[in-house]
């Protein structure tokens, strides 16, 4: 088989994702439905807090070893979205501890979840392959893993969220965290992709990619089956 044409590849890359797609976990189905308390989205806040709370680091990382001007200019965006220097209460790890204020946790409990032992494996095995994927994987499959995998899903995934959690009486303020990710994240997908395609140059280098989608979707979900496991909404899905 032949290299993939850009829409060719495109299509495929999004396709991988599907399958294991967190919209249609469980977990993520009852809270759309309105079926999650505030101290239950509190959990998961707790877990995902972890999960993503070394993003800033982990794109710099990534943009530190990206080869060309024009691909770290690409991903500058992204990274800039993620601190946000100049007002950094708006930080996307910043905003979700104001998320789990509203839900009744305390800031620095969440800060400390690791230290008090309250981080599930999945939530570390969701974090140490965003770390891989950044620092040691081709450029490739990080902006694979990372941009079309992950931030490609919260478009379609967090409108449902966030009209659950008006209906419970949340405010616009609280629901900061996912407001600025359905806002973004397109963009940040549409740029994975075209640094897939830029990156991926031969018939192997688009498998992989392909692949490092499939894994992360993958992992995406067996973390959110450990929260919803743990809260015993279910066995775990």
């Known amino acids: 088989m032949a290299k993939r044409s850009e829409q060719e590849f495109y299509s495929a890359l999004e396709a991988a994702r599907k399958p294991m797609g967190s919209g249609k976990h469980p977990f993520s189905l009852t809270w759309s439905e309105g079926g999650l308390s505030r101290a239950q989205l509190g959990a998961w806040a707790m877990q995902h807090y972890y999960y993503i ?23 500058m965006e992204n990274l800039v979205g993620e601190e946000m220097p100049e007002t950094p209460e708006k930080s996307h ?18 800060i400390d979840a690791e230290m008090n032992g309250e981080v599930l494996g999945g939530t570390r095995a969701m974090r140490a392959w965003i770390w891989e994927l950044a620092t040691i994987r081709p450029m490739h499959e990080a902006c694979a893993g ?56 031969t018939e192997a280098a688009q498998n992989m990619a392909i692949e490092a989608v499939r894994g992360s979707a993958s992992l995406r979900y067996s973390m959110l089956s450990q929260v919803h496991e743990a809260l015993s909404l279910s066995k775990a899905a």
């Open 146 to 201: 990372i941009m079309v995998a992950l931030e490609g899903q919260l478009p379609t995934l967090y409108p449902g969220y966030i009209t659950a959690m008006e209906r419970m009486g949340f405010s616009e303020d609280e629901l900061e965290f996912f407001h600025v990710h359905v806002e973004n994240d397109v963009e940040h997908a549409r740029i994975g992709l075209e640094l897939c395609y830029k990156y991926a140059d």
């Open 93 to 110: 790890p910043n905003l979700l501890l104001k998320f789990a204020e509203a839900c009744g946790l305390d800031r620095q409990a969440v």
């Open 53 to 75: 709370s070394a993003i800033p680091q982990q794109f710099a990382a990534l943009y530190a070893r990206m080869p060309d001007a024009a691909g770290r200019l690409l991903l």
